[in-house]
């Protein structure tokens, strides 16, 4: 099983930035997928998650979009708007209950 994140980066703030992530060895349309972000010295924390409707985590609504698309086994997640506080390494989870899996993370720095 491999989740690959892509799309990470330096941003100002205000700016955008997309996120994606490619899965591989699952059947991905079983799984429930998010996005989570750990900033330094802060808990792991979800940002988004989709099985057919997503739901957003209350600091990034309105800003977040998170997409999927079955045939193709990826989840996106559409950044605008982006604030300093919103810098962590952002991780994609494919989640089935009886297994739950992680990618590498990818950096997101939001910064002037």
């Known amino acids: 099983v491999q989740l690959v994140e892509s799309g990470g980066g330096l941003v100002q703030p205000g700016g955008s930035l997309r996120l994606s992530c490619a899965a591989s060895?699952?059947?991905?349309?079983?799984?429930?997928m998010a996005w989570y972000r750990q900033a330094p010295g802060k808990q792991r924390e979800l940002v988004a998650t989709?099985?057919?409707?997503?739901i957003y985590a209350d600091s990034v609504k309105g800003r977040f979009t998170i997409s999927r698309d079955n045939a193709k086994n990826t989840v996106d997640l559409q950044m605008n708007s982006l604030k300093s506080e919103d810098t962590a390494v952002y991780y994609c989870?494919?989640?089935?209950?009886?297994?739950?899996?992680w990618g590498q993370g990818t950096q997101v720095t939001v910064s002037s």
């Open positions: 060895g699952i059947i991905f349309r079983n799984y429930v």
């Open positions: 989870n494919a989640n089935a209950g009886f297994a739950s899996y």
């Open positions: 989709i099985v057919s409707i997503p």
